[in-house]
Structure formats: structure tokens, C-alpha cells
């Protein structure tokens, strides 16, 4: 069963915009996790924030955590069309990690 | 470091074969993951390992399938008899992990398994 919950399914932006996705989840959480995927390869790791933490930036990224109502977003600034992929939250509970169905961002020059 | 690694990188099949999958995690690396990931049912954990026990094998779907990790370098995923159902992505994650403190997984490139 999938934990964390990604909206929307799907964004179309141009390059140069930002794109935010949300993720929310049901249980309590040691940290949470934003990956990405392109199409036919495996998981990138992008981001770990912890249950502890509130908001956290790498490069063009940056990932917020309200664990009061249980959600994260994910801000991709200055979007390249190389960040086209899908981008996953997954949730790890004592080491185990839950993953949502998936954000898909298309990023059109 | 290569990263993690899996082989084989695809796989066709028949109905009631034997398949099985390797895995070997980042050196240094405690813990280790195999997940499958399908159309319908996303990215699923199936069983993970902690310096080479099973922790958890909840995700296990039936007794077809079962793992192995005889050392801290090497795990095995087995399906017999293989089903056209069982047709998905295979992953294999490793990590690092202290105590409580559990930190990000590095995903292998995935076996694509095809059971006909």
C-alpha cells in the first residue's frame, strides 16, 4: 500500500518556471524522502528532510515538512527541461520507505 | 564507488521457471532493499535486510518468492515458479544506517523481469 500521496499526478510547465508538487502521508515518519525517476531508469535520491526539520534547499530544490498535517511540498526553481521525469515522496518509518504513485513533470523548452 | 548493482538488467521468461535476481550494494552499506515497481501497484518495498538478517519481509507476495543475503555484499531475490504476473521492475536499494538514524537509499538500475 502506498503511504504518501503526490499531487498533482501531473504538471506541464515551461523552462525557467518553478514547479511545486505535495505530498501528504497517514503515519508518523522518521524522514521523508523526494526521488526522482526518468522514464526506463532507476531511482535518484534528491532530498532527505527529518521528522525533526522544517524546510531544506539543495541547488534548485527546496523541500518543506508540516508533520502537524502530515505534508511536504517539493519547489523545483528555474526549471531545465532535463528535470523532465517523475518525482517520488516516499515516507520511512524505522528504515522502511513507502512510496507514492508519482508526480510526472514535463518541462518544454 | 560503481553504486549499487544488479544483473541481470533484463529478463524474458516462461511461465513456471526459476528466475533470480543479484544485487550488490554500495560497499560500506548495512542495509539493503529489493522494491518492485508495476504499472498498477507503483513502487512496492518486498523485503529489506539490516547487516544481512531479513528485518522485514511483509511485502513478500507468497511463498513464490524469497530472498537471500549470504554476506554483506551479495543478495539473491528467487521466484519459483515464475508467473506472468510477476512481470515488473526489480529494484535493489542499499543504505546506510545507524541506530535510529536513518539516512537516504541508492537504487540500482533495476532488473526488468518479462514472465510469458
Known amino acids: 500500500s502506498q503511504q504518501g500521496e503526490e499531487d498533482p499526478q501531473a504538471l506541464s510547465i515551461q523552462e525557467g518556471e518553478n514547479a511545486t508538487m505535495n505530498c501528504s502521508y497517514k503515519t508518523s515518519i522518521n524522514n521523508l524522502q523526494w526521488y526522482r525517476q526518468n522514464s526506463g531508469r532507476g531511482l535518484v535520491h534528491l532530498i532527505l528532510i527529518r521528522s525533526n526539520e522544517r524546510e531544506k534547499h539543495s541547488g534548485r530544490l527546496r523541500v518543506t515538512l508540516d508533520t502537524s498535517k502530515k505534508s511536504s511540498s517539493l519547489l523545483i526553481t528555474a526549471s531545465r527541461a532535463a528535470d523532465t521525469a517523475s518525482y517520488f515522496c516516499?515516507?520511512?518509518?524505522?528504515?522502511?520507505?513507502?512510496f507514492g504513485a508519482g508526480t510526472q513533470v514535463v518541462v518544454t523548452p | 564507488d560503481a553504486g549499487v548493482i544488479q544483473s541481470p538488467r533484463h529478463e524474458v521468461t516462461e511461465m513456471g521457471q526459476e528466475v533470480t535476481l543479484r544485487c550488490k550494494p554500495i560497499s560500506g552499506h548495512n542495509s539493503l532493499f529489493w522494491y518492485r515497481q508495476t504499472m498498477m501497484r507503483g513502487l512496492e518495498l518486498l523485503i529489506y535486510?539490516?547487516?544481512?538478517?531479513?528485518?522485514?519481509d511483509s511485502g513478500m507476495p507468497e511463498d513464490r518468492f524469497s530472498a537471500k543475503m549470504p554476506n554483506a555484499s551479495f543478495s539473491t531475490l528467487k521466484i519459483q515458479p515464475s508467473e506472468p504476473r510477476d512481470s515488473a521492475v526489480y529494484f535493489c536499494a542499499s543504505s546506510l544506517n545507524s541506530g535510529a538514524t536513518y539516512n537516504e537509499q541508492f537504487f540500482g538500475p533495476g532488473t526488468r523481469l518479462t514472465v510469458l
Open positions: 516516499a515516507t520511512d518509518s524505522w528504515g522502511k520507505l513507502q
Open positions: 535486510f539490516n547487516n544481512n538478517v531479513p528485518i522485514d
